[in-house]
DNA sequence: TTGAAAGCGATACCAG
DNA sequence: CTGGTATCGCTTTCAA
């Protein structure tokens, strides 16, 4: 079915059947009426590919991430995902994971979409900022580079609260920071929470466990810390994912949690609550985030930069 | 730039500009050459829209699926989104989950690329019928419907093994399933190996506890299961995610796995052998299966419906 | 109010 | 070996 179909069906234009289905132009009554039979009739639905040759636009918008596990990648894409559909455009993806080609994939993605969010930390800088240049950017928990705007949710301060927390409130001092801060933006704020806490308190931060984010990270990282003699005080997870494969490990030894070591994570997943002690954590609102990254993708007025709020969640892993 | 800046640029035809680009037909060296400098100069690289309206292919497949959590998604679109990469593929995603209209976005996502490979359990069955006219159509971990192929991997064997395991060789006699058959076929059918082996020696089956797929519904479970006086001898949980989240519960009541209970998963997820104890699951092969439903959308010969084999990994969970 | 026709960007056939 | 031109499906002037 094609608008010359339509238009040969009801006896006009193709014309005016763009005009019809688009509901643009004066068209008489009758004339439009014909081709709404003909159109539901038929079950024409004009193909997007002419569409988007005309109109230059392509009704599709590209999310660009590293890889994915995990609870925050879940929220990631489906608050993104949901907003893309809500405003009819459809999604690309493109995981980078691994790959040495990425710019030039996350370029050819470029053009086909009418606006790409990339998560933070997962192309180059530059590749971001080229990338700005060829289409509506937004970078998603990390740095806007170029034209591209940013979105991100306050990691530093809630880290530094946290680390407060554990340094003031529960005495504690051997405090072990797993996650690798060159590893994300996410991370590095976290990071930086983490040692400014200490600072604050003329106390030095120990040199972070730079693990990965998934929970068989946390596993092996509670193993390489829980081991020995010389146990932490706390493991200060960079996610919950680490904290749940702690807590696995920590128990799975006969270690109690907060009693002989403190776990806290970061995210809030929805197991935080749920475990055997309830996790102590962040929460920071992952699907808002992403839902409007694609908002301000596929919105017309361009936001600016926007800071999106955390919320230090106290639950029995870190003592209370 | 467009074919014919480059076309005006070298001094050449449009024609002779595709000639070049695509390699085909008989093009003098010189005249090649001086295409491939303005192609050179200018960086041009031919506009994907252009290219599919001319083809009439898309240069893109989807992949659709309900939600996504867990390592068993982050498997299965890693998979996906690899090969299709490969191929030269674009990928659009759509989630379903807790949407009533899905059947038509599903059909709307259908004209925008070359193919879709949709999860089982996703959508209706007429509506992958439906589908599979007008798109190449492969269901993943489902049965085929219409002119679609299907992929899927032994789910019925393997869980009736796994479960003849438990009766026999430890003698246990209540079993619980953890997991919802009507959610899905590929629950449905480690449900039926569940229920089979316990016939193949005279038993009768418990009824099933019906539960989502994600982690804390495993500590959910584990609370209901392991709370009162009446406790199973074994959850055998339909997938790993579900046997984390049931591990945790239980170490958390200060039970021990598998004396006070045996746990076992599905899938073989990268956490499995890290847990104490580690955990006794089948390991299926999901990125390969996504990676083979891609290869089979955008591959030229179809495959008739494919079976990936499983293994049953044994490790502590169980009692061995 | 309507239609003819010019693009949008690329491919491919048919002459030359 | 090369160029002109029709074509893909749709939108949008411009005239009538």
Redesign the pocket.
Known sequence: ????EI?RLA?????????V??G?????P???QKVLDAIEATG????P???A????RYGAVGLVFPGLSGPYFAELIQGFESEAVRCRSSVHILCTHMRDDSESQVVEMARRVDGVAVLGGTVADEAVAKLSGLVPTVVMAGAAQGTATSIRTENRGAMAELTTHLLVRHGLRKLVFVGAPEGSPDVYERYTGFTEAHRDLGLSPAEPLRVTMESHDGVRAADRLLGNGTRPDAMVCANDELAFGALIAALGRGLRVPQDVVLTGFDDAPMAALVTPPLTTVRQPVRELAARAAAMLLATGREGDVLLPTDMIVRASCGC
């Open positions: 079915m094609t608008v010359r238009a006896g006009v234009s193709v014309a005016t059947v763009s005009r289905y688009n643009v132009g004066q068209v008489a009758g004339t439009r024409y639905r004009p193909d590919l002419g569409q040759l005309a109109a230059g």
